[in-house]
């Protein structure tokens, strides 16, 4: 079974339909189109700060790429770039966008970014690189992205399981 990548949700702190947004995202992975529903209403519906809002773009356009509507889920990923470019998190996204797509490169592309923006969930960000890094054939670079996920969650099953596919020799 091919590993997936693995999507970073943007906390969204203050309560109201966009903080239940950001629940449904976290919890559900699987979701269905009641937390695509959730979303759309906070941000119809609330007054949020711009980094909530952007937050909130990004976590229904989480729930928009897990349900396979990848056009809309770049969309919200775009309008949440628009209100607050410095958030790691959307290239994170965009990122695991990129990968469904079988766009590897424009995978890595994304996620450096995350990363020079300073991810809230960097783990994610190496771990989905290593798997686009795979796909490229880049072992080397898999495998020490891989092995930078698990020094900084090293508790975290998904990347110790993908690590343990590897062998090194010097």
């Not at 949440?80 to 797509?101: E, P």
Request: proline content about 2%; glycine content about 6%; aromatic content about 8%.
């Amino acid at each position: 079974a091919m590993a997936l990548p693995v999507s970073a949700q943007v906390t969204v702190i203050g309560g109201g339909l966009a903080e239940d947004c950001y629940i449904a995202v976290k919890a559900d992975t699987r979701p269905g189109r009641d937390s695509e529903q959730v979303c759309t209403q906070a941000l119809e519906n609330e007054t949020m700060t711009r980094k909530n809002r952007a937050a909130t773009y990004v976590n229904r356009g989480i729930v928009r790429m897990r349900l396979e509507a990848y056009d809309r889920a770049d969309q919200d990923f775009t309008r949440a770039a628009a209100l607050k470019d410095d958030l790691g998190d959307i290239y994170v996204n965009r990122g695991v966008l990129k990968f469904y797509q079988a766009d590897y490169q424009g995978a890595i592309d994304a996620i450096n970014t995350a990363l020079e923006l300073e991810t809230s969930e960097p783990h994610v960000a190496y771990y989905n690189r290593a798997l686009a890094k795979e796909e490229l054939d880049d072992l080397t670079g898999a495998y020490f992205d891989f092995l930078a996920a698990s020094e900084l969650e090293p508790e975290w099953e998904l990347v110790q399981r993908q690590l343990d596919r590897f062998s090194v020799s010097g």
